[in-house]
């Protein structure tokens, strides 16, 4: 009985070890997104959805950008090819 109880305790202390070793990086991950992206952690949210809803943001604002520069590209092609004709 007594080494039942020594097993369960040795136990629960070794998944809180290991429970919180995967996690640091996580929360550290969080952190510095929260951070970089200026966009506040709800503690209510899952750390998982909130690193997708960067991705998706990085993505999409990559997306803007590579536009934007397809537009700036054509209109001084354009600019170019005015000026030489």
Not at 13 to 24: C, G, I, P, S
Not at 25 to 42: D, G, Q, Y
Not at 71 to 81: D, I, M, P, V
Request: charged share 25%.
């Amino acid at each position: 009985m007594i080494s039942l109880a020594i097993c369960l305790i040795g136990g629960g202390v070794l998944a809180y070890y290991f429970a919180r070793k995967n996690y640091n990086p996580v929360n550290e991950l969080v952190e510095l997104l929260s951070e970089k992206a200026k966009i506040s952690f709800e503690t209510t949210k899952h750390e998982y959805e909130f690193i997708k809803g960067i991705v998706y943001h990085t993505f999409d604002e990559k997306e803007e950008i590579n536009r934007r520069l397809e537009q700036t590209k054509f209109g001084h092609e354009s600019q170019f090819c005015g000026k030489v004709a």
